[in-house]
């Protein structure tokens, strides 16, 4: 038996009877409607949340020194030291510290930020551009030796100098009432500058850096380091990595098991949003999974009608020496086209509908290959598996019981 | 070439048995035109049935053009119905969403012949029986009679060696009743070899050879002068 005669035929026999062939596929519709609309618009939202964490650091580690028992538990400058030593992929280690403080010259004064952290922290900021207009950025001799030099930017020199190139100036610093007299060294690009429109320009703060070492020193109770900031070179490498910091520190500081030492990075974040969406996800996918299977279900039982309803015509068919597997193939192939058709549909649907639901919630829908190659799969299979029954049922008939059929 | 050897078909209706076929034996030769005649209930229609191999029988032996087909399993029994046997029914049993020509192809669809060779022989087939303008009408758009010529056509297209009618003119007026037994006996004049069930005499009249049937056995056989039909033109 050909296939292009048995597709004709189960095409016929499809259109033939379409508003019966419509409702039965409509369980198979629903089915796959919602399985490709909850597919792409997870798979969007998760997109989404994965990139919203790594905008915010896929690379990044949060480390974290916690004792319960002692509230003084910090992390040394010679911890930082030794892991950037010892572990090759750390790419840049610093505390990201911040305090609010008063900077003034003899011109202005007006209120500041200030980071302070080792050289590093010019690549980890998040408060401050890395892009030096004018001078240098404090270096690791200044960190070494303590020395009372600061990085602002630039339009914290234009409200305090009224101009940018302000390399070799001095200015104070207020801070938890203890005045800092510092040099500055360099002038980073003024990364609030474009907020000047949301803002009053007197409103926003003058940003500055400079090593933790000198505020530690200057400024004794901000000598702890409790959360240090790692960057390494490789989102891949982030879990291992931040497995290996805690075992270093733990076992350097006869820690072992006290649960000191967190090392936290997005992977943990992203995990728990990714374990709640797909939760949701495995839901709605088993309240699709029982649609289909009803789908199947209606499948089945339109296909049994028709078997009976063609008695005398699988009689004929019988007699003009279809065979057995010829007739099986016949019926299999029309509930597998029905179950297609209504697959084919739904995924339409399904994907005019996740269009709806992602622009409602505002994210992009992703289609993958996979996905409709899931839903071609499946209402071949809903169609093989609910049809092979009333096809073999068909194809067993003898040909007299089926001629005499009344 | 139809050689059946003491055919028993036997029907259990709650604890009794009843004998459709009786030891039945039977020869019909190449070319012949036979009817086989009797009242309803005698066995005829399950004879020809078994004739047809649509009916399995349960003692017996039958050979058919030097075959043995006792032993056939169901799909071999199809591939001999389709290669060596053309059905005639008396309810027409076209398929009704397919047009004239599908429904003549038919056969040849499941003996696997290519499509452009399949609407040639079709063609032909249904040229023969009159309907050669009538291909592409769908079957609930033509006349009993007409209906009956397509199922002969469909019959014929496969080239059998033996074409089985049963009371193929049951459903159709005395004038088209005669269309189709014209068209049976140029068929037979042509060399085909036809089996036809009735319980009709004057349907039987039609014939060279009458064998008549009666409680599950045949009670008479006798060759006759077929009545002849005007060889006016087919419509």
């Known amino acids: 038996m050909f296939i292009k005669e048995n597709f004709k035929m189960a095409l016929d026999s499809i259109f033939a009877n379409k508003m019966r062939s419509f409702l039965t596929m409509l369980g198979i519709i629903i089915g796959i409607a919602s399985v490709i609309a909850i597919l792409a618009v997870g798979n969007g939202a998760a997109k989404e949340i994965t990139g919203t964490f790594s905008d915010l650091g896929a690379t990044t580690i949060n480390l974290t020194a916690n004792d319960s028992d002692d509230s003084n538990a910090a992390l040394e400058q010679e911890d930082l030291v030794v892991l950037k030593d010892s572990i090759e992929e750390i790419q840049y280690i610093s505390p990201n510290q911040q305090i609010s403080g008063t900077a003034s010259t003899e011109m202005d004064s007006r209120q500041a930020v200030v980071s302070y952290g080792t050289p590093d922290l010019q690549y980890l900021s998040q408060t401050m551009s890395s892009n030096l207009i004018h001078g240098r950025y404090f270096n690791q001799i200044d960190f070494d030796e303590n020395n009372s030099v600061v990085v602002i930017?630039?339009?914290?020199?234009?409200?305090?100098?009224?101009?940018?190139?302000?390399?070799?100036?001095?200015?104070?610093?207020?801070?938890?009432?203890?005045?800092?007299?510092?040099?500055?060294?360099?002038?980073?690009?003024?990364?609030?500058?474009?907020?000047?429109?949301?803002?009053?320009?007197?409103?926003?703060?003058?940003?500055?850096?400079?090593?933790?070492?000198?505020?530690?020193?200057?400024?004794?109770?901000?000598?702890?380091?409790?959360?240090?900031?790692?960057?390494?070179?490789?989102?891949?490498?982030?879990?291992?990595?931040?497995?290996?910091?805690?075992?270093?520190?733990?076992?350097?500081?006869?820690?072992?098991?006290?649960?000191?030492?967190?090392?936290?990075?997005?992977?943990?974040?992203?995990?728990?949003?990714?374990?709640?969406?797909?939760?949701?996800?495995?839901?709605?996918a088993a309240v699709a999974g029982i649609a289909l299977l009803v789908g199947g279900i209606g499948v089945m039982n339109i296909m049994l009608v028709s078997v009976t309803e063609r008695t005398r015509e699988i009689g004929t068919r019988k007699a003009l020496g279809a065979t057995t597997k010829t007739i099986l193939i016949q019926f299999l192939m029309e509930a597998v086209i029905l179950s297609l058709i209504g697959g084919m549909i739904g995924l339409t649907l399904g994907i005019l509908l996740s269009n709806v639901i992602a622009s409602a919630l505002n994210i992009v829908p992703i289609y993958t290959l996979g996905s409709v190659g899931l839903v071609l799969a499946f209402s071949t299979a809903v169609g093989v598996f609910f049809g092979i029954y009333p096809a073999r049922k068909a194809a067993k008939l003898t040909p007299i019981d089926a001629l005499r059929f009344e | 070439m139809i050689e059946i050897t003491d055919i028993e078909k036997i029907y259990r209706l709650g604890g009794e048995t009843i004998k459709a076929l009786d030891k039945v034996t039977l020869s019909i030769k190449e070319g012949e035109f036979t009817s086989i005649m009797g009242p309803s209930g005698s066995g005829k229609s399950t004879l020809m049935n078994i004739l047809g191999l649509l009916d399995r029988f349960d003692n017996g032996k039958y050979m058919l053009n030097g075959t043995d087909v006792t032993e056939l399993s169901d799909d071999q029994l199809a591939g001999v119905r389709n290669k060596e046997i053309g059905f005639v029914f008396q309810?027409?049993?076209?398929?009704?969403?397919?047009?004239?020509?599908?429904?003549?192809?038919?056969?040849?669809?499941?003996?696997?012949?290519?499509a452009d060779e399949r609407k040639k022989r079709a063609t032909e087939a249904l040229e023969k029986v009159g309907l050669g303008d009538r291909l592409y009408h769908l079957t609930n758009e033509i006349s009993g009679g007409q209906k009956q010529r397509v199922a002969i056509a469909r019959s014929i297209v496969n080239r059998p060696s033996v074409l089985m009618a049963d009371e193929p003119t049951g459903n159709l007026d005395s004038k088209t009743t005669e269309d189709i037994m014209r068209i049976f006996q140029d068929l037979n004049d042509e060399g085909t070899t036809i089996v036809m069930v009735t319980h009709e005499p004057e349907m039987a009249a039609y014939t060279k050879r009458i064998v008549h049937f009666r409680d599950g056995q045949i009670t008479e056989d006798e060759t006759v002068t077929p009545k002849q039909l005007s060889k006016a033109e087919v419509d």
């Open chain 1, 153 to 284: 930017d630039t339009d914290g020199a234009e409200a305090l100098f009224g101009r940018t190139d302000v390399v070799g100036e001095t200015l104070s610093v207020n801070i938890t009432q203890t005045r800092l007299d510092l040099r500055i060294v360099g002038v980073v690009e003024g990364s609030f500058a474009d907020m000047q429109g949301a803002f009053d320009a007197d409103q926003i703060p003058l940003f500055m850096a400079m090593p933790q070492s000198t505020v530690g020193q200057q400024v004794p109770q901000l000598a702890g380091m409790n959360s240090v900031i790692i960057e390494v070179e490789d989102t891949e490498q982030i879990e291992p990595i931040s497995n290996q910091i805690v075992r270093l520190l733990e076992l350097r500081n006869d820690a072992v098991g006290e649960n000191i030492y967190n090392a936290r990075n997005f992977l943990q974040a992203l995990d728990q949003v990714n374990n709640v969406l797909s939760l949701f996800i495995n839901f709605i």
């Open chain 2, 91 to 114: 309810s027409f049993n076209l398929m009704a969403r397919m047009n004239v020509l599908e429904n003549v192809m038919l056969p040849l669809v499941y003996a696997k012949v290519p």
